[in-house]
């Protein structure tokens, strides 16, 4: 059974940094396009980032420059390093996976795969 667990959220004021893990079990990570999303109280959620599985990545416009996403195909884990934080960055992050992509994707439609979330909170 395919597993992601997300490791590394908290709270930092903003300007902070934080870096997100998340390990995957049950399947071989490679053959995966990986992605992180996040939500938001009353609202969607949304992708940020999404690397393929030839290193390809996709971002947001809300995170760029300030997030980063990578992978170790080795270790079967995805990595989110966010940098200059802002209380609008506050949610719920989700690690997800797709073995029905090819290519990165921030729509969430083709991940079957998601962790349980982990929060994150920016203050002012």
């Known amino acids: 059974e395919v597993q992601l667990v997300e490791s590394g959220g908290g709270s930092v004021q903003a300007g902070g940094s934080l870096r997100l893990s998340c390990a995957a079990s049950?399947?071989?990570?490679?053959?995966?396009?990986m992605g992180w999303f996040r939500q938001a109280p009353g609202k969607e959620r949304e992708g940020i980032l999404s690397?393929?599985?030839?290193?390809?990545?996709m971002n947001a416009l809300s995170v760029k420059g300030r997030f980063t996403i990578s992978r170790d195909n080795a270790r079967n884990t995805l990595i989110l390093q966010m940098n200059s934080l802002q209380p609008e960055d506050t949610a719920l992050y989700y690690c997800?996976?797709?073995?029905?992509?090819?290519?990165?994707?921030?729509?969430?439609?083709?991940?079957?795969?998601w962790g349980q979330g982990i929060q994150v909170t920016v203050s002012s």
């Open positions: 049950g399947y071989t990570g490679s053959n995966y396009v």
């Open positions: 690397i393929d599985t030839s290193g390809n990545i």
């Open positions: 997800a996976a797709s073995s029905l992509l090819r290519y990165s994707s921030l729509d969430r439609s083709p991940y079957n795969y």
